[in-house]
């Protein structure tokens, strides 16, 4: 039996009734201690996988640069009280993909299958064209790792709404 639910095609596609975060905190922000943040920059410093950077002296997460692989490095190293200390292994965001995506556009791509580490992403055959993603959102960590690799910029973090979710 299926036990993960896939997001709607409409949902998937536009995102729904969710909405694109301002800004993404590295995993483990205490969002209410985020004040106690001085900008000392060490978390961008320990990033692995060099998506840390500072926007207004806090720390933001660029996905463009690459994925989080939820190693704990920025909790880590950061010598403030602004991380919660428990291990976080995903984010409240899921990946979502605009219509632009190019199997939606009748061009082969699985680009963004390839990149996810935990199998979020498949792609189920449509009649006369090529194959078209669908994302299993209980599987997807928000890791950031698809979008990257889109070609055309077609996927995005939106915050996750995991009721909204259908079989
Ligand atoms: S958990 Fe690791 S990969 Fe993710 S933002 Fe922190 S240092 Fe970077
Ligand atoms: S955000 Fe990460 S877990 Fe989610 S679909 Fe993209 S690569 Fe997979
Ligand atoms: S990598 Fe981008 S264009 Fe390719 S299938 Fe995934 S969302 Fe679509």
Redesign the pocket.
Known sequence: MERQAAVSRRDFLRGGRRDTPAAIR??GVDAAALAACTGCGA?VE????H??SLVDGLPV?DFRAGE????????AHCPEPVFTGAPVDRFDYVAAIAASCLPFQGVDCQACRDACPTGAIRFRPVRGGPFVPELIAEACTGCGACIAVCPVGAVAAVTANREAVHA
Not at 46 to 49: A, G, K, L, N
């Open positions: 590295p995993p978390c320990h990033c692995p996988t998506i840390v997460l989080c692989t939820f190693c704990g490095a920025c909790a």
